[in-house]
């Protein structure tokens, strides 16, 4: 039953999964109030997380040794024909308990008092009152009213605050199991396939004879997990469970308005090449709490001041390197079955994997990008697939001129 009286605090955070927790937890480190509204009843779930992340998230955040579930050193790539490259180097990624990462950064933010969380609670409407000095934010929920001067959207793919803002992200589906299977442990199996394109099917290794298998894809999304399953002879009602969820595809959106800014997922934080955003959301969280404080010692929230101190610094840190991760996947979805094996072959033959080996990284191509680009080898492959597909470069030509 809602209450007539208003509750007024400095922040509003919708959404309390990794993006909306993480920074609670930086903002708990202030005097402001915050609240964090979030729709679900129990924090992390659903998962819909494969929870595959590059080594770099431990310098980002201090990761507690509960929520590291395995490492594995090798990422096996196989094309649609079946042929395939193994790939090693200095990374070393994680794989991690996502439920367990969401709940640490939730316990250690609600030990605040100036923090609070209404959980189970859906915000139902939003509007800004521009009659207010700095004007302010009014979110209704089924059962209260609350009132801040800035709003933070944590609130994932399908983005109520986004939608409120007209930004809407292209989504991709995703659908994983967890299951006892005998692959190997220390290998990130990425299999591709033109008929899921947008990205591939996976099969990750938690330990314990445990994987993670899933795919994700633009449409018939059931029909082509259970292909993958077949050719991994791979009897879906052996499965321990299963989750799914939505992807965001392609590249950052405009993430700063008057009186609200947007954050994680609903902000197209996430990587192209791999669907996973979690080291990109730390890092613009940590950028967003900075904003925020400046906001409030300055005491303006107009999007000219939250572009010149979240939106412009994200896309220098992150959205350079989001572009890429897009261009890349734009690149592998007009790839077929010939040009899969074209590549493989020249990686192995000319020993392309201790390029991506040593400036191989999970995050941030930039450097293994330009690398790739000086190799005369490389360079003819890619001559002779654009002009193939001639249509193609218009496009290509378009994407990376848009910021």
Known sequence: MMTDSVEEFDICIVGASIAGNYLSHLLSKTDLKVVIIEEHEDIGLPLQCAGIISQKISKLINLPNKIIKNRVRIAKLVSPTGNSIELSGNETPFIIDRVLLDKHFYALAKTNDNLRFYLGERVKSLSI??????????????????????????????S????????????????QIRIKAQFSENKAVLIFNPRWKELFGWIVPEGDKIFRIGIACSSQIRENFMLLLESLNIDYQDRIDQQGGLIPYGMMNNCAFDNIILLGDSAGQVKATTGGGIVMLITAAKIASKCIQKAFNAKDFSKKFLKNHYELPCKKSIGRELKIHFLIRKILELFDKNDFDSFFKIVKEYQIEKIISVYGDMDFPRELVNKMLKNPIIIKFLLKFIIRKPIHLVKFLFISLRF
Do not use: M
């Not at 934010?137 to 009132?147: A, E, N, Q, S, Y």
């Open 160 to 175: 109520f605050v986004g939608n409120f803002l007209n930004i809407r992200n292209k989504l991709l589906y995703a659908t």
């Open 129 to 158: 009152n521009k009659e207010t000095p700095n004007q302010s934010i009014t979110i209704t929920t089924p059962r209260r009213i609350l009132k801040a001067k800035l709003l933070v959207g944590c609130d994932g793919p399908i």
